[in-house]
T-cell receptor
Framework: GDSVTQMEGPVTLSEEAFLTINCTYTATGYPSLFWYVQYPGEGLQLLLKATKADDKGSNKGFEATYRKETTSFHLEKGSVQVSDSAVYFCALRTGSGGGADGLTFGKGTHLIIQP | GAVVSQHPSWVICKSGTSVKIECRSLDFQATTMFWYRQFPKQSLMLMATSNEGSKATYEQGVEKDKFLINHASLTLSTLTVTSAHPEDSSFYIC??????????????????FGPGTRLTVL
């Protein structure tokens, strides 16, 4: 079945450091790939997505490129801020729509940014 | 926009009782809602897909008679945990799919998540 593997945390960085959170996947067909972020006490929020190979999703300074050859979707940010502290989830969806498009999630990576 | 609420945010109940959790899309219509379960330090696991006006589709291994789902309107889905037992204690999260793109082009077709409900069964 489908699965998502992401690096386990917590990941602790200093403010303005470069961030990479690795994510690899196993899926049948051609999945869409997502990064969600969960801030303390809040629900998951869609951060960015990519729907086909070589697509780059970007939002709020975060980027991730859909790499089909390495089945990866690593999340990167050039300069992190304290406000980026949260749990980040990599996810995929293989359904084409209708009811068959629930998400498969990784375990989440807790990111802690220190001033 | 794209706000999904859940009620209650936490609930404690006795073993053998039933608990209902509500999931509402506050500013958009959702023909499809999803229910997930999250164990501590684990990923979210899809339990079922709830379609407005029809029966829910359950993932393999999820007991449909134990986890009753009703999606009576385009903005409300409910999950009822029947005859709850301590092993049902978990964090339950719903999401609503913005099929019509009410939240904008980026959100069209994507899922927006509620804040979750912590269920503790004694």
């Amino acid at each position: 079945g489908d699965s998502v593997t992401q690096m386990e945390g917590p990941v602790t960085l200093s403010e303005e450091a470069f961030l990479t959170i690795n994510c690899t996947y196993t899926a049948t067909g051609y999945p869409s790939l997502f990064w969600y972020v969960q801030y303390p006490g809040e629900g998951l929020q869609l951060l960015l997505k990519a729907t086909k190979a070589d697509d780059k999703g970007s939002n709020k300074g975060f980027e991730a490129t859909y790499r089909k050859e390495t089945t990866s979707f690593h999340l990167e940010k050039g300069s992190v801020q304290v406000s980026d502290s949260a749990v980040y989830f990599c996810a995929l969806r293989t359904g084409s729509g209708g009811g068959a498009d629930g998400l498969t999630f990784g375990k989440g990576t807790h990111l802690i940014i220190q001033p | 926009g794209a706000v999904v609420s859940q009620h209650p945010s936490w609930v404690i109940c006795k073993s053998g009782t039933s608990v209902k959790i509500e999931c509402r899309s506050l500013d958009f219509q959702a023909t499809t809602m999803f229910w997930y379960r999250q164990f501590p330090k684990q990923s979210l696991m899809l339990m079922a897909t709830s379609n407005e006006g029809s029966k829910a589709t359950y993932e393999q291994g999820v007991e449909k008679d134990k986890f009753l789902i009703n999606h009576a309107s385009l903005t409300l889905s409910t999950l009822t945990v029947t005859s709850a037992h301590p092993e049902d204690s978990s964090f339950y999260i719903c999401s609503a799919r913005d099929y019509f793109g009410t939240t904008g082009l980026v959100g069209r077709g994507e899922q927006f998540f509620g804040p979750g409900t912590r269920l503790t069964v004694l």
